[in-house]
C-alpha cells in the first residue's frame, strides 16, 4: 500500500508517494527556484502563449523541456510547467534509489513504478466524475498523466471543458497537450477534434 504525502509551495499542491519524500520535495523547490530565477530576467517565458523562437540566456533543465513541449505542441512555455515539475522529482527519486514514485503535482502527474497503479480520474460536477480510472502497469511507465480543465483549478485555459486528459512518456509533452485539448474543445464535435489532434502530435 503507498502512503502518500502533501505538501505546497507556493501556488502548488504536490501529493506525493515515494521512499524518498525530502528528495522530492527539494527538488521541486529547486526547480521552481532555479524557473523564476530565469523568469525574472526573460520574463516573455512566463508571458508568451506561443511557442518562443529560441530560449535566451543559460535556461535551467526544466525550461528546455518547456520550450520542447511547447514548440511540439504549439502553446506557450508555460504550459507545461507541471509536467516538468512532476517528471523532474520523479527522475531525483528513481536517481536516489527509488523504484515506486508517483509525483502529483495538482492533476499533471508522472510516475514511475514497480507496482501496478490505478489512477483515477476527477470530474468535478461530471456525470463521469470519479467513475473512470487508468489502470497503470510498471511496465508502461515511466509515464506522465496530465490534464487541463476550464472549470477546476487555476490554470490558463481557453475552453469548456470539464477535463482533458493526456497519456505520455514525457510529462512536458502531456501537460502541453493536455492544455491544447482543453483549450480546443467547447462542445463534444470540437473535443472529437481536440483528440485527433492530440493524438497525431509525436510522443
Known sequence: MRRFHQFRHREAAFSVATSRFETVRETV???RRDLESYIDAFPA??????????LEGT???AAIRMHAASLAVGVGPMAAV?????QLAVEAAFAAGCRDTIVNNGGDIFMRLDKEALIGIYGGGHALADKLAFRIAPENTPLALCSSSSKMGHSLSFGDCDLATVCAADGALADAAATLAGNL?????SAKEAAERVVA???
Open 185 to 189: 474543445s467547447r462542445d463534444a464535435a
Open 59 to 61: 535556461p535551467p533543465e
Open 45 to 54: 517565458f512566463r508571458d508568451s502563449l506561443e511557442p518562443l523562437d529560441k
Open 82 to 86: 507541471a509536467g516538468t515539475v512532476a
Open 201 to 203: 502530435i509525436s510522443g
Open 29 to 31: 523547490r529547486r526547480i
